[in-house]
């Protein structure tokens, strides 16, 4: 074996000392607390690190290990709430699961700052994606399902009579060649208003209906068969309005000499920059994306399919990556914030009806549809990005930033209790914001 292997291997045994894959073998088929006792076993977890994994948090052992497969334990996240959120003339306390400090007080600042926010949402369409590879003349085939187009249709409808029912259903087929590396293909979409579901096991399960029809029609072979994450016809948006005079109250306290119209310049420069460099576009992105998938976790959504959708929106409309907000002045010289992205949200199905906390969520925005869920969660995109850019060109990310983050610099550090706000506020007060200097605070206070 050669001195490398061999090197890997010496790691392996010391580095994580040595691991019995035999104690892993139908890991799967366990129980929850089996599976504890091989992991505490294998790597030698200590009591307190063995309790951890046992305490059972509000999502008990029993619903996780339906949720998903080789539960050991649970991963709790911090869960709080924006404030100052009014959304089409009405208020919302919107919850917020994330490790991240001061997002939830920067939402909250920019929706306090904001002249409230106005939304819209498109009918909840998803697209079902199907390939279909192997035809003879991809031209005719396409041509064909076109012309059985409403036939399909008709039979899909039968698929889900409950969506039906709700008054969703299949809505459309459109077809497009491809030319690839493989040859020609076809793309197939099929699109289904999926009503209050996020929708993948409605979409997937009429894809898999109208594959093999697709066969028959075109004498090719259906390869992929899969909901697409681009949900172009499931978009929502929100626009509002922040004022020189606000924009000028949020710095006072700050003590940063400058007007609030030199704001409004100075932000619509840091979105000039996103439009111009995908560098800067994706960590704009990344912002709005804070506030977003902190709404979409707390009520239980798969964060990962919305950051897919998102992010490959922000490439869609100009086929470059650009901001998913959009930044101008009005008539009075006020600042304009625009957003637009696709979201697609369930509030049936999923996470949301199992995790005991995503119902809490639900319940604490009082939301009745996934478009309104939709229109509250692009709101906090766009005050999550507002938020950022403010702070940025103003008194910098790091002031709030940090100002929130000594709190946990003072417990790393080991403050416990009462000295945790000690550490935090003389730190703040010095605008000393680190981690050795907390160290030293602590260790001053201790000898007191
Ligand atoms: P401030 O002016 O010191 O705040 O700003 P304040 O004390 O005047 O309070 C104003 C409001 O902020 C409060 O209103 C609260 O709503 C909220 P009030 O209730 O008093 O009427 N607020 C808080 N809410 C909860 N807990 C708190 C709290 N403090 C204020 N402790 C603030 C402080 C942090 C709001 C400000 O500095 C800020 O907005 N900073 C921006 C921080 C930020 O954007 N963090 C996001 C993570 S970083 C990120 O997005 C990545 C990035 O790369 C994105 C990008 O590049 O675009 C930056």
Redesign the pocket.
């Known amino acids: 074996m050669s001195y490398f292997n061999n090197f890997i291997k010496l790691f392996y045994l010391f580095g994580v000392g040595f691991l019995d894959k035999k104690s892993f073998e139908g890991f799967y088929k366990k129980s929850v607390s089996e599976r504890q006792e091989i992991v505490a076993k294998e790597f030698s977890l200590t009591d307190s690190e063995k309790a951890l994994l046992a305490k059972e948090g509000p999502l008990p052992f029993e619903v996780a290990n339906r949720m998903i497969e080789n539960v050991i334990g649970t991963f709790p996240l911090p869960l709080g709430v924006a404030?100052?959120f009014v959304i089409d003339g009405k208020e919302y306390i919107i919850p917020f699961a994330l490790e991240?400090p001061?997002?939830?007080?920067?939402a909250?600042?920019?929706?306090?700052l904001s002249s409230g926010f106005t939304t819209s949402a498109d009918e909840p369409i998803m697209i079902g994606q199907i390939q279909i590879v192997e035809m003879k003349d991809t031209k005719k085939a396409l041509k064909l399902i076109q012309e059985k187009k409403s036939e399909l249709l008709k039979a899909l409808a039968k698929v889900d009579a409950m969506l039906v029912k709700f008054g969703g259903g299949p809505r459309d087929i459109k077809c497009f060649e491809l030319k690839t590396e493989r040859g020609a293909m076809l793309e197939v979409q099929l699109l289904v208003d999926v009503r209050d579901a996020m929708g993948a096991n409605a979409v997937n399960t009429m894809n898999e209906k109208l594959a093999p029809m697709l066969e028959e029609i075109t004498g090719g072979k259906a390869r992929l068969r899969i909901i697409s994450n681009l949900a172009v016809y499931r978009k929502a948006r929100a626009k509002t309005i922040w004022t020189k005079e606000a924009l000028l109250e949020?710095?006072k306290?700050?003590g940063v000499k400058v007007t609030g119209e030199e704001i409004v310049e100075r932000i619509l420069d840091a979105y000039a920059f996103a439009c111009a460099t995908p560098f800067r576009a994706s960590?704009?992105n990344?912002?709005i994306m804070?506030g977003i998938d902190a709404v979409v976790i707390a009520t239980g959504n798969d964060f990962r399919a919305i950051e897919a959708g998102a992010h490959t929106y922000a490439w869609y409309a100009t086929k470059e990556y650009k901001p998913l907000t959009k930044y101008y002045k009005d008539k009075n010289g006020n600042l304009v914030g625009e957003i637009e992205l696709p979201l697609a949200l369930g509030l049936v199905g999923g996470a949301t009806k199992v995790h005991p906390v995503a119902q809490l969520g639900v319940k604490i925005l009082g939301v009745k549809t996934a478009q309104e869920l939709a229109r509250i969660i692009a709101s906090v995109g766009l005050a999550?990005?507002f938020?950022?850019?403010?702070?940025?060109v103003t008194?910098g990310?790091q002031?709030?930033?940090l100002?929130?983050h000594a709190y946990n610099l003072a417990t790393t550090a080991g403050a416990k209790c009462e000295e945790v706000e000690k550490v935090a506020l003389q730190m703040i007060q010095e605008k000393a914001i680190s981690y050795s200097r907390a160290e030293e605070i602590l260790k001053e206070l201790r000898r007191k």
């Open positions: 404030t100052n991240e001061s997002v939830v007080a920067a909250s600042n920019a929706a306090k949020s710095v306290s700050a960590t704009h990344k912002g804070n999550q990005n938020a950022a850019m403010r702070a940025i008194t990310i002031a709030g930033h100002k929130l």
